[in-house]
T-cell receptor, first 113, second 111 residues
C-alpha cells in the first residue's frame, strides 16, 4: 500500500459524458501527478500539481482538466468522453516539487462505452 | 531526458538472479537512473535509483557502468511475485522534470 488513494476504482460511462477522478496523496506529500495508461500508449504523464498550483503539463487533452485543493487532494476531470479515453488513470504523489521518488495509487479504471 | 533501451521481455527461473539490462548511451552527467516496476495493472512501484555508484537496497541492486551508458538491475533471488514490467528511466533531478515511462521489460519468473 503506497498510501495514495484513488476513487473510484472502476467507472463505466457513455461517450460524451463527464467524469471526475479523485486522488488523496500520501500524508504530507505536496506534489500530485496524474498519468494515463492505455493499451496502445503505455504510461503517459498528464499533469503535476504542487501545493495547489499547476507545475508541469504533459500530454493532457484540452477536454481534461485537474486541480489540487487546499487539503492537497486532487481531482482529474474528463469531459466529452470518447471511446479512446478508456484507460487506467493513475495518481501519484511525492513530498517535494522535484519528486525524486513518486508513489502511485492503484488507479481508476475508466471504460467509455 | 535521455532515452533508454530495454529488451521487450525476459524470463528467469525462480530462485535465480534476474539481471535486467538498460542502455542509456545519451545520458547526461546530471541525470539519474531510476527503476520502477508495474505488476499487472497495479500502480508502478519504485525500486531503486542511482547516479554513478552501484546501489543496493532491500529489493534490488543497481549496477551502473563506469561510462554510465548502461546499467543493470539485479533481483538477487527472483520469486513469482517479481513477475512484472520493469521500467528503466533516466531523469534530471530538478524542478519540472517528470518520470517518462517507456515500454519497459516484461519479466516472467518461471517456477
Amino acid at each position: 500500500d503506497s498510501g495514495v488513494t484513488q476513487t473510484p476504482k472502476h467507472l463505466i460511462t457513455a461517450t460524451g459524458q463527464r467524469v471526475t477522478l479523485r486522488c488523496s496523496p500520501r500524508s504530507g506529500d505536496l506534489s500530485v501527478y496524474w498519468y494515463q495508461q492505455s493499451l496502445d500508449q503505455g504510461l503517459q504523464f498528464l499533469i503535476q500539481y504542487y501545493n495547489g498550483e499547476e507545475r508541469a503539463k504533459g500530454n493532457i487533452l484540452e477536454r481534461f482538466s485537474a486541480q489540487q485543493f487546499p487539503d492537497l487532494h486532487s481531482e482529474l476531470n474528463l469531459s466529452s468522453l470518447e471511446l479512446g479515453d478508456s484507460a487506467l488513470y493513475f495518481c501519484a504523489s511525492s513530498p517535494s516539487l522535484s519528486g525524486n521518488t513518486i508513489y502511485f495509487g492503484e488507479g481508476s479504471w475508466l471504460t467509455v462505452v | 531526458d535521455a532515452k533508454t533501451t530495454q529488451p521487450t521481455s525476459m524470463d528467469c527461473a525462480e530462485g535465480r538472479a534476474a539481471n535486467l539490462p538498460c542502455n542509456h548511451s545519451t545520458i547526461s552527467g546530471n541525470e539519474y537512473v531510476y527503476w520502477y516496476r508495474q505488476i499487472h495493472s497495479q500502480g508502478p512501484q519504485y525500486i531503486i535509483h542511482g547516479l554513478k555508484n552501484n546501489e543496493t537496497n532491500e529489493m534490488a541492486s543497481l549496477i551502473i557502468t563506469e561510462d554510465r551508458k548502461s546499467s543493470t538491475l539485479i533481483l538477487p533471488h527472483a520469486t513469482l511475485r517479481d513477475t512484472a514490467v520493469y521500467y528503466c528511466i533516466v531523469r534530471v533531478y530538478s524542478t519540472g522534470n517528470q518520470f517518462y515511462f517507456g515500454t519497459g521489460t516484461s519479466l516472467t519468473v518461471i517456477p
